[in-house]
C-alpha cells in the first residue's frame, strides 16, 4: 500500500464511499500510478505482478469516465469493454466493478462460454454500459448482431498474456477491428513476453507504461518451498502435509484435468473434503465449487492452470504445486493465489525427478534458489523410482518425453486452451 489516498488520486465522491464501505483508503502500486494517468485518457500499459490490485487500478478510473455526463447505451452497444481470458476471471471483474459502482447508476453485463447465450442476449437488449467478456462467447454474439462494438469509448484488455498463451490473441483482433479507432485502451498482464509488444503497437496509441514489479518477480510475501518426491509418492505426502491443520485453505495445482479429479478424489477416500475445478466442468459446477471453498465448506480445491487467474478469494494459507507447470510463467500466477491483500501466504512444490527440467526454468525466472525440505516418507523399491515418462503411444510404439507445451499435438493444444476457457 501507499502513503496517498483514492481521494488525492481524484477519485469521484460516489466511488470514494464506496472503497470506504470496503476498507479501502489507500491504493496500491499500481492504482497510485495507474489511475491518474487513466483519469487524464491516456492510453496506458500495465505491468503488476497477480495479486497487486489491478482490477482497481483500471476499474475506478473506468466507472468515473462513465459515470461524468453520463449518456444511456442504446439498444445492444456497450460503452466500454473489458476482456479477460476465463470464466472466473470474466465474473471476479464483474463484482468488483459491481461493489466499487454501487453508488453510480451503471448498468453491467457479462458474456461467457459454457452457459446458454439467451439470457446474455436478453442482458444486452437494452444496451449496457460496462460489458465484461470472454473473448470466444463475444465474438460469437457480435457475429450475430446480438452485440455492437461500434460506440466502445474504453476498452480493457485484462491479464494479456494469458490471453496469448491460451490461443486467443486472433479472437482479441478480430474484436479490436470492430472498435472505434478514437477509444482509450488498456492493457494490464502480470508478464510481459515479447508477443504483447506487438498487440500493444496494434491496439494502443503512445501508451504509458507503468511497470510496479521485475517481471517474473513472485508475490513478496509468499514463503517457498519444495519436496524433491517421486510422483507414485506424492499423493502420501500430500495427505501428510495436509494433516498439518496450519493449511487451513488450500489450491492444489496439477497440469491436467485427469489429474485434478484424481487427486481431488483420492483426498476424499481418506476423509479430507476436495473438491476439483477445471475446464471440463460446467460453468455452474465451477462456480459452486468456488463458492464452497470460498465460504470455508471446503478446505482444499483442486485446479488446473485455467484457474490460476481467475481465483480471487482472501486468506488461502497455501498453494500446493503437486505437479510442477511445464510453463514457468504458471508458477508465479499459481502461488500468487496466496499473499493477496497484504497477507503472507505459502507455496510448496512437489518436484518428481522428471521434472527438474522445470524446476531449472522456474528458478531461472524468478532468479532465485527454492528451498529444499527433506520428507520422511519410506523410499520407494529400486523399480518403482525410476523417473515417469509421458503415456506410451497408443499404437504401441515406444514411450515418449514429455513436450515443453505438453504432451498434446501442437494442432491440438490450443484447441483445447480455448475450449477450456471459453
Given at each position: ?220 510475501r509468499v514463503e517457498q518451498f519444495l519436496y524433491h518426491v517421486p510422483m507414485a509418492q506424492k ?8 494433516a498439518d491443520n496450519a493449511l487451513s485453505r488450500v489450491i492444489v495445482f496439477t497440469r491436467t ?120 516418507l519410506p523410499p520407494l523399491p529400486e523399480g518403482e523410482a525410476k523417473p515417469q515418462i509421458a ?32
Open positions: 500500500m501507499t502513503d496517498l489516498s483514492f481521494a488525492a488520486l481524484g477519485i469521484a465522491e460516489p466511488i470514494l464511499r464506496a472503497l470506504a464501505a470496503e476498507n479501502y483508503i489507500n491504493p496500491t502500486p499500481i492504482q497510485a500510478r495507474a489511475i491518474p494517468t487513466l483519469l487524464s485518457g491516456r492510453d496506458l500499459l500495465g505491468i503488476a505482478q497477480t495479486g497487486t490490485g489491478k482490477t482497481a487500478a483500471f476499474g475506478l478510473p473506468l466507472l468515473q469516465k462513465l459515470s461524468v455526463r453520463h449518456v444511456p447505451p442504446r439498444p445492444r452497444e456497450a460503452k466500454a469493454l473489458i476482456l479477460a481470458p476465463t470464466r472466473e476471471l470474466a465474473l471476479q471483474i464483474d463484482e468488483s466493478l459491481k461493489t466499487y459502482g454501487r453508488f453510480l447508476n451503471l448498468r453491467r453485463a457479462v458474456i461467457l462460454g459454457g452457459v446458454g447465450q439467451n439470457p446474455q442476449i436478453a442482458a444486452m437488449k437494452n444496451g449496457v454500459d460496462i460489458l465484461v467478456a470472454t473473448p470466444g462467447r463475444l465474438l460469437d454474439l457480435v457475429q450475430q448482431k446480438h452485440v455492437r462494438l461500434d460506440a466502445v469509448s474504453v476498452l480493457v484488455v485484462d491479464e494479456a498474456d494469458r490471453m496469448l498463451d491460451m490461443g486467443f490473441i486472433r479472437d482479441v483482433r478480430k474484436i479490436v477491428n470492430y472498435l472505434p479507432k478514437e477509444r482509450q485502451s488498456m492493457l494490464f498482464s502480470a508478464t510481459m513476453p515479447d508477443d504483447i509488444a506487438r498487440l500493444v503497437a496494434e491496439m494502443m496509441r503512445n501508451p504509458e507504461r507503468v511497470e510496479v514489479a521485475p517481471q517474473g518477480r513472485t508475490a513478496d499423493r502420501d505426502l500430500l495427505r501428510r502435509l495436509l484435468k485427469h489429474g485434478a479429479n484424481k487427486v481431488s478424489e483420492q483426498l476424499c477416500k481418506h476423509g479430507i473434503e476436495a473438491l476439483a475445478i477445471h475446464g471440463n466442468k460446467s460453468q455452474n459446477a465451477r462456480q459452486r465449487a468456488l463458492e464452497t471453498f470460498r465460504s470455508g465448506k471446503t478446505r482444499v480445491l483442486v485446479a488446473t492452470d485455467i484457474a490460476a487467474r481467475g481465483i480471487d478469494i482472501d486468506d488461502i494459507s497455501h498453494v500446493v504445486n503437486f505437479e510442477l507447470p511445464n510453463e514457468p510463467e504458471s508458477y508465479v500466477h499459481r502461488i500468487g493465489r496466496t499473499a493477496r491483500a497484504g497477507g503472507a501466504g505459502i507455496a510448496i512444490s512437489l518436484c518428481d525427478p522428471s521434472e527438474k527440467p522445470y524446476l531449472r526454468d522456474i528458478e531461472r525466472l524468478i532468479r532465485l534458489p527454492i528451498t529444499v525440505r527433506t520428507h520422511d503415456h506410451p503411444h497408443r499404437h504401441g510404439q515406444k514411450p515418449f518425453k514429455p513436450k515443453r507445451n505438453g504432451s498434446r499435438p501442437h494442432w491440438r493444444r490450443n484447441k483445447d486452451k480455448k475450449r477450456d476457457a471459453a
